[in-house]
């Protein structure tokens, strides 16, 4: 009887490819991206962990004077000063504590406390936003002057409304809780 078998031959080598034109264009373009999105990662966890620091932080640390940074504060509303013709904004905000559990008390407090440290701020250019109000929360971004103001170029403003139900009324102790529908 015959047999019949199969062997393997040895296979040819495989010709070595040379990487193509359009494959090269994405293997630089995927490069290019990546090294983008680790970049903005790396100066994004750079440049701070906060997102804004407080009016104390600022006029606590004299090397701060001049540099562009954010902060945040409490706009009182009596010191609110707009003129339309110029577009010549200032006004005055309130330090507000980092921390804090109640953002609308906090925001109250501060306005109200003869005690805390306030910071004039000046804009020029710039149309009066509607939420500009006494107890608004101020995110700023500017630099301040050797002048002591803070000159803003950009103002984000957390309306106050958004809190009320949060802040006592005149005459009303901080403590007591404010229930609708009692008498």
């Known amino acids: 009887m015959a047999e019949i078998g199969w062997t393997k031959t040895a296979e040819a080598p495989k010709p070595h490819r040379a990487i193509s034109g359009e494959r090269l264009k994405y293997l630089i373009g995927g490069g290019a991206l990546l090294a983008a ?21 600022l006029l606590a640390d004299e090397s701060l004077v001049g540099q562009s940074v954010r902060i945040t504060g409490a706009v009182i509303g009596e010191s609110i000063n707009y003129n339309p013709e110029t577009l010549d904004l200032s006004f005055t905000v309130a330090n507000v504590p980092a921390e804090n559990d109640d ?10 406390n003869a005690d805390a440290q306030r910071l004039e701020i000046v804009m020029e250019n710039e149309v009066k936003p509607d939420l500009l109000v006494n107890e608004a929360q101020a995110i700023l971004t500017g630099t301040l002057g050797a002048d002591g103001k803070f000159y803003a170029d950009s103002l984000l403003l957390k309306c106050p409304s958004r809190f009320s139900e949060m802040v006592p009324e005149a005459g009303e102790s901080a403590a007591e809780p404010v229930i609708e529908g009692e008498a």
């Open 37 to 57: 999105v680790v970049v903005l990662m790396v100066s994004g966890t750079l440049s701070g962990m906060r997102y804004f620091i407080t009016v104390d932080d």
């Open 103 to 112: 953002l609308g008390m906090a925001l109250h407090l501060a306005v109200n």
